[in-house]
């Protein structure tokens, strides 16, 4: 669920943050659409090497 990956996010989970972007970006699991929050944990995860996170803020035209 949603909370359940922003709790694990706020916590620093790296997987749950790429995740926890995909959901706000999208509305997903129980979480209302929020493209600029969903691209803020793309950032965080961006930061700490995540490839996955970087490729999706390439996509919006955005650097981390």
Same mark, same amino acid.
């Given at each position: 669920?949603?909370?359940? *990956?922003?709790? #694990? ?6 997987? #749950?943050?790429? $995740?926890?972007?995909?959901y706000?970006?999208?509305? *997903?699991?129980?979480? #209302?659409k $929020?493209?600029? @929050? ?6 965080? #995860?961006?930061?700490?090497?995540? @490839?996955?996170a970087? @490729?999706?803020?390439? @996509? ?5």
């Amino acid at each position: 669920s949603g909370q359940w *990956l922003l709790q #694990a996010s706020i916590q620093g989970n790296l997987y #749950a943050q790429v $995740d926890l972007a995909f959901y706000y970006e999208n509305g *997903l699991g129980g979480l #209302a659409k $929020d493209v600029d @929050e969903g691209l803020k944990w793309y950032q965080m #995860a961006a930061c700490q090497g995540n @490839e996955i996170a970087q @490729e999706r803020l390439t @996509e919006y035209g955005l650097s981390w």
